[in-house]
Structures are given as C-alpha cells and as structure tokens.
Nanobody, 126 residues
Framework: QVQLVESGGGLVQAGVSLRLSCAAS????????MGWFRQAPGKEREFVAA????????DYADSVKGRFTISRDNAKNTVYLQMNSLKPEDTGVYYC???????????????????WGQGTQVTVSS
C-alpha cells in the first residue's frame, strides 16, 4: 500500500510555469514506476508523463513533450512534474499514480497504475 498526496496546483496565466509535487508514503517508493495523469471537465483522464524506478526512463504525451519534465527524488519519496509554457488546454485536475506491477517500467496506460492521489487543480487562463 502507498499513499500519494499531490501539491503545487493553482490558477496561472498562459505562458508561465508550475511545478507539481507528489509525496508518497508507505511501501518502498523506489520500487514503483510513477505517472502523472490529468482530467479536464467532461473528458476522460489522460496520460501526461511517467518515470521508471530509477528515474532514467521517462515517457510523455505528445501534447506536453518539450514543455513538461517529470523527475523523482527517491530519497525524498517524491515525484515532480515541472510544467513550462503552460497553455489553457493544460487545465485540469492532475493526478499522481504509482505502478507496482509493471516491474518499474513507465507506462502510459491508466490501468497499469495501482494507487492514485486525490489530485490537484491546475487552471491556466488565456
């Protein structure tokens, strides 16, 4: 079992940056691949970024490549999402997720993730 708590969301103007954090507690954080997903009103939850156990392997949605960076600090049990050049279409609730069963390889599949945080709202105004 692992508990995930996201923070760092807010209301910002287009073009600025935000950094989201996800603090994990419980079973060994370094054994999990981690992911960020987001959900806009009326839309399905979609993949944003994922990172493997060691932080070497990463994967991104095409819509955020070159703007967002996922990273992790296993000593602090925390995963981050640095979001630059934010756009109004980045608006949504951002969820952190932990994947225990995929052997540490980052996955784009929502169903691969075993644990989810409660989400943090990001609103980007034009």
């Amino acid at each position: 079992q692992v508990q995930l708590v996201e923070s760092g969301g807010g209301l910002v103007q287009a073009g600025v940056s935000l950094r989201l954090s996800c603090a994990a507690s419980g079973r060994a954080f370094s054994f999990y691949a981690m992911g960020w997903f987001r959900q806009a009103p009326g839309k399905e939850r979609e993949f944003v970024a994922a990172i493997g156990r060691s932080g070497v392997m990463t994967d991104y949605a095409d819509s955020v490549k070159g703007r967002f960076t996922i990273s992790r600090d296993n000593a602090k049990n925390t995963v981050y999402l640095q979001m630059n050049s934010l756009k109004p279409e980045d608006t949504g609730v951002y969820y952190c997720a932990a994947d225990w069963s995929s052997n540490g390889v980052p996955s784009k599949m929502r169903t691969a993730y075993d644990y989810w945080g409660q989400g943090t709202q990001v609103t980007v105004s034009s």
